[in-house]
């Protein structure tokens, strides 16, 4: 079976432009999260999804939006994009949601460079 | 004060060497722990979940103290595999759910 596999692998974007990446889970999982990694920090959570709905939502700004849809794929919008927002954007996916001994599983990432 | 606190390290051991690994948390709402992994440049991977009856998978054991609000890792007869930087994840619920991971802690393991 496919992990978690996320798309682009790589993308350059200008300050000021909206970017798009995309996430699709482990067959038969229902939730999605978005964390933001810069070097030499842990993971920092964004959102999560589950069942299409939003049931998680970090510190990040309203540039920041995400969506899930009826194939529980996922897509993390950032707009006006700043110099800070490079990073490593990790999508995970689980069985379920909240306070349960669920753990996730990552997929490999997409590398954001804002130039 | 961050939510889920760890010492950076590293922790440079020698192969054979066991060694523990602390984290902390304040958010007394934290719900379920966990232990990930992360290689050089790849994507965490999940290594245990973490109980308040401790747990064990291998040369691996983790323990939740809710009392005191943290979360212990130990690793028995370490390898240079072990190498890596082990990551300690908190979900919580505070009118919608979080999951928050520690800085990390970099373990080098040497011949």
């Known amino acids: 079976d496919a992990g978690v596999t996320q798309s682009p692998t790589h993308l350059i974007k200008t300050r000021g432009q909206h970017v798009t990446l995309r996430c699709s889970p482990i067959?038969?999982?229902?939730?999605v999260s978005w964390y933001q990694q810069v070097l030499g920090q842990g993971p920092q959570f964004i959102f999560q999804?589950?069942?299409?709905?939003?049931?998680g939502r970090g510190n990040f700004p309203d540039r920041f939006s995400a969506r899930q849809f009826p194939n529980y794929s996922s897509e993390l919008n950032v707009n006006a994009l700043l110099l800070g927002d490079s990073a490593l954007y990790l999508c995970?996916?689980?069985?379920?949601?909240?306070?349960?001994?669920?753990?996730?599983?990552f997929g490999s990432g997409t590398r954001l460079t804002v130039v | 004060r961050k939510e889920v606190e760890q010492d950076p390290g590293p922790f440079n051991v020698p192969e054979g060497a066991t060694v523990a690994f602390n984290c902390t948390y304040s958010?007394?709402?934290?719900?379920?722990f966990f232990w990930y992994r992360q290689d050089c440049r790849k994507e965490p991977k999940l290594l245990m979940s973490?109980?308040?009856s401790g747990n064990e998978d291998g040369r691996f054991t983790a323990q939740l103290n809710r009392a005191s609000q943290y979360i212990s890792l130990l690793i028995r007869d370490s390898k240079l595999s072990d190498s890596a930087t082990y990551l300690c994840?908190?979900?919580?619920?505070?009118?919608?759910?979080?999951?928050?991971f520690g800085a990390g802690t970099r373990l080098f393991v040497k011949a």
């Open positions: 994840v908190v979900n919580m619920y505070t009118g919608g759910f979080k999951t928050i």
């Open positions: 995970a996916s689980s069985l379920g949601t909240g306070p349960g001994n669920y753990g996730y599983t």
């Open positions: 067959s038969g999982h229902k939730s």
């Open positions: 958010n007394s709402a934290s719900q379920s």
């Open positions: 973490v109980y308040s």
């Open positions: 999804y589950y069942e299409k709905e939003e049931r």
